[in-house]
């Protein structure tokens, strides 16, 4: 039997909080969903104890002084170096947490949380509370239970007073993401039970911190596994990205759907549309959805969509998103035969970032704008700006038993997270059709993505098979386009419709079906075929 202590009581070391929440009890069940079985607490015992020697911070003059791997913020306006060490002692079990705004590591069953800029620190048994999700001023904290029912949440300050508690009742999911309003007194919550044979049970709730009251969301069934991405509109609205898969048996692929849904943060739901392929970001401003867009197996595409209305601004093909900038005026891409980096301003200029670097680049390195400066970007060590001209470079020594594996930007554009491991592996690779990057503006032209473009005015092969001397089918004259084929239908399985040359492998061929429903292999190799305007 599990009990619920709510009466304040005064001990060294254990931190409370009254809630000023009003009567305990539950609010009536909401009209979307239902009520998750919510509750408001008077006041609330939580288990902390003060860390004021666990985790402590260690400063270096400089990158040279790192002792060795593990997790570091290096200033860049003073060339110091924070790390933070675990009673005393360096240890690879120290983390920044997402935001870089806190340091967190467990250790024998203890749990430590320090804020960064306020040194206050608590510490708390794994078996009795666990944080499940970051807001820009607050942390959501669950208790830990071994019994069904509902469980207790609490809501706390970066001084780690508790502002508010709740309690919800998610069965058997497990939180996948939390997302805070813009004013912090309402926050939403993703739950998720993955289930056999790759199937889900997805919840959404949206929980009033002042009144304890819950409500879940409805959603769309798109996929056998549906998940769930929580983001705020420009107006500080809920924006959910509902995403469904889909296996394909016959040719063992998979595929993805999404579906976006705008609630007001009491639940009401504001407008639905279906989204080009999955969005991974919202501009700062909230305006703007960046989704990535599989064109049938054949390359990827980056999407811009009208966050309030859910109409498409611009495609990138051939490119994948990698983020906005601090604006929201540039998006970042990356994409082309080479894949290499690209601004994309607001009027459809897609500008080749010629970045310059210094020193050796972590593995993984991507070039990523300043969280809150248009006119910075990190590329694995090196701060540039829009025209790819060095600033600044964060001077990290390459040894031979280290690897900076990872390099973002920290809290701010005034630091940059390193993440050091000892050395595995190699630099990081791309891969891409040998077709140009290319934007477009709406109405696509899918599924007929490609275009027969010979500037000679011949015709291009459509061939049984992937090699320069199979038969051919037709020669398609200028004008034909092309849409990728079904794969079940193809000659020999293939999880993909691009394969390369059976004689030359600098030979690339599609998979392609014509208007006329004709299909067969044809080279994208010769430079004669291209995307369709």
């Known amino acids: 039997m599990r009990v619920r202590r709510y009466a304040i009581l005064v001990s060294t070391g254990v931190l409370l909080a009254g809630c000023g929440l009003g009567p305990y009890g539950t609010e009536p069940p909401g009209s979307d969903g239902g009520d998750g079985g919510s509750t408001a607490h008077m006041a609330v015992e939580l288990p902390l104890q003060r860390t004021a020697e666990a985790l402590s911070k260690v400063s270096y003059k400089s990158t040279h002084e790192i002792p060795g791997p593990g997790e570091y913020i290096v200033d860049l306006a003073t060339g110091e170096v924070e790390g933070w060490v675990l009673r005393g002692e360096p240890s690879d079990l120290v983390r920044f947490s997402e935001n870089r705004r806190w340091v967190s590591a467990e250790i024998d069953g203890v749990v430590y949380w320090v804020d960064r800029e306020s040194g206050q620190g608590f510490s708390w048994k794994s078996t009795e509370l666990k944080v499940v999700g970051e807001g820009p001023r607050q942390l959501l904290l669950m208790g830990v239970q071994e019994d069904a029912g509902p469980r207790d949440f609490y809501v706390v300050d970066h001084d780690y007073q508790v502002q508010y508690t709740f309690s919800l009742d998610l069965g058997d999911l497990q939180i996948s993401q939390v997302a805070f309003s813009p004013a912090g007194k309402h926050l939403a919550i993703a739950a998720v039970q993955w289930l056999g044979e790759g199937g889900t049970v997805l919840r959404v ?84 959805l960046v989704s990535s867009q599989d064109l049938d197996g054949l390359a990827s595409a980056a999407v811009l969509t009208d966050l309030a209305t859910g109409e498409p601004v611009l495609r990138v093909v051939n490119a994948w998103p990698i983020r906005m900038a601090a604006d929201s005026a540039t998006l970042v891409v990356r994409g082309g035969p080479l894949g290499g980096y690209y601004l994309l301003t607001p009027s459809g200029e897609l500008r080749l970032l010629p970045h310059k670097y210094e020193g050796f680049m972590p593995l993984y390195a991507e070039l990523l704008p300043s969280p809150d400066d248009p006119q910075r970007l990190l590329f694995g060590l090196n701060v540039i700006d829009p025209n790819g001209n060095l600033v600044q470079r964060v001077d990290v020594q390459d040894r031979d038993e280290w690897l900076v594996w990872d390099a973002t930007w920290g809290a701010d554009g005034r630091e940059v997270y390193v993440k050091i491991e000892k050395r595995i592996g190699k630099g990081n690779e791309t891969s891409s059709v040998p077709l140009p990057i290319q934007v477009q503006k709406p109405p696509f032209a899918d599924p007929y993505l490609l275009e027969v473009q010979d500037p000679e005015g011949e015709c291009v092969n459509l061939r049984e098979a992937n090699r320069r001397d199979s038969p051919v089918i037709r020669c398609l004259p200028n004008g034909t386009r092309l849409a990728v084929a079904d794969l079940w239908q193809a000659p020999e399985k293939v999880s993909r419709p691009i394969l390369p040359g059976e004689e030359s492998h600098d030979d690339i061929w599609l998979w392609a079906r014509t208007e006329q429903g004709e299909v067969g292999w044809v080279n994208l190799s010769t430079g004669s075929v291209t995307w369709a305007q």
């Open 205 to 288: 709730y949206v929980v009033d911190l002042g009144s304890g009251s819950s409500r879940e969301l409805s959603h769309p069934t798109i996929g056998k596994a549906t998940i769930a991405d929580l983001w705020i509109g420009a107006s500080g609205e809920l924006v959910v990205q509902y995403t469904g898969t889909e296996f394909d048996e016959r040719t063992g692929t998979s595929s993805e759907s999404s579906v976006v849904r705008r609630y007001s943060w009491e639940g009401e739901l504001l407008n639905e549309y279906a989204v080009l392929g999955r969005g991974v970001s919202v501009s700062q401003d909230g305006r703007l």
